[in-house]
């Protein structure tokens, strides 16, 4: 067991739905901690490096266009492995392939558009955690 602190991002489907109340009271109930939160408009930069590794793909256009829809919610989650159990508690990418109980089964799209509009995004390893915790929080923000 190690504490660890994530990134996540409510995404603009969970913002314009109205379901970063109900998705964070998930993860409170999980025991994890706020650090950090706050609402974020997301520039072409800051997305092209946030998803640089997958700038290259076809559907990059539409993400970018889709993380732009409205703010984000960024927040800082601390907690025991909270790395790897919040990417369980929010299911695959594919809302549609999610379980019902995941975040994305529950809440993502479940049309055309069920890879990409998928409620969250959390860091998917401690390097990954590390390096996008600097990029969206500034010294001090996290506390
Ligand atoms: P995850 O966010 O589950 O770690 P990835 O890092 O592979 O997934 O992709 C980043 C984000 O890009 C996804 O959360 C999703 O919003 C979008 N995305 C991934 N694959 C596709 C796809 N095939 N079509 C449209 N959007 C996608």
Redesign the pocket.
């Known amino acids: 067991m190690s504490t660890e602190t994530t990134l996540i991002l409510f ?1 603009p489907d969970a913002v314009s739905q109205g379901l970063v109340g109900t998705v964070l009271a998930r993860y409170e109930k999980a025991g994890f901690k706020i650090r950090g939160m706050k609402l974020m408009e997301l520039s072409d930069e800051l997305l092209a490096e946030h ?1 640089s ?2 700038a290259d ?1 076809p ?2 256009p ?2 970018r266009g ?1 993380m732009q829809e409205t703010p984000v919610v960024a927040l800082a989650l601390q907690g025991e492995n909270v790395i790897t159990r919040v ?1 369980d508690l ?1 299911g ?3 809302s549609k392939e999610a379980a019902a109980g995941t975040i994305r089964g529950d809440f993502g799209d479940k049309g055309e ?1 069920a ?4 409620i969250c ?2 860091s ?1 390893s401690p390097e990954a955690a590390a390096d996008e915790l600097k990029r969206f929080f500034n010294e001090g923000e996290i506390i």
């Open positions: 995404k998803y590794h997958i793909k559907f990059f539409s993400v889709f990417r929010l695959p990418t594919d558009d890879k990409m509009r998928n995004h959390a998917d």
